[in-house]
């Protein structure tokens, strides 16, 4: 390995190696990226039960909502909300509060 004589200008001089605060950022970057994917998960989970529930209440027969005090039409705003909307009233759920990192 051949010196950089100390009097070199600066357009050879070698590039510094990489400092520990860009690997502790990319550390961090990592774990941003893991939360984020871990969180977006977590929700299609969400939606998956969600509908899968809906399902089954729409194929609920009269006679057992009968029994839990329900007729139909009272069902039917939960079971046509879509499975991105946690409830009938219009609620969503949020992809943008997963993406921020907890502390």
């Given at each position: ?12 001089a ?62 039917e ?9 946690s ?17």
């Amino acid at each position: 390995m051949n010196p950089v004589p100390i009097d070199a200008p600066p357009a050879i001089a070698p590039k510094p190696a990489l400092t520990p605060p860009l690997r502790a950022d990319g550390a961090l970057a990592l774990r941003f990226a893991g939360r984020a994917v871990m969180a977006v998960l977590e929700l299609l989970l969400t939606w998956q039960e969600r509908a899968t529930q809906r399902h089954h209440l729409s194929m609920a027969e009269e006679h057992v909502l009968r029994d839990v005090g329900l007729r139909r039409a009272d069902l039917e705003p939960e079971i046509r909300t879509p499975f991105w909307r946690s409830d009938g009233r219009g609620g969503k759920a949020s992809l943008a509060s997963v993406l921020i990192p907890c502390r």
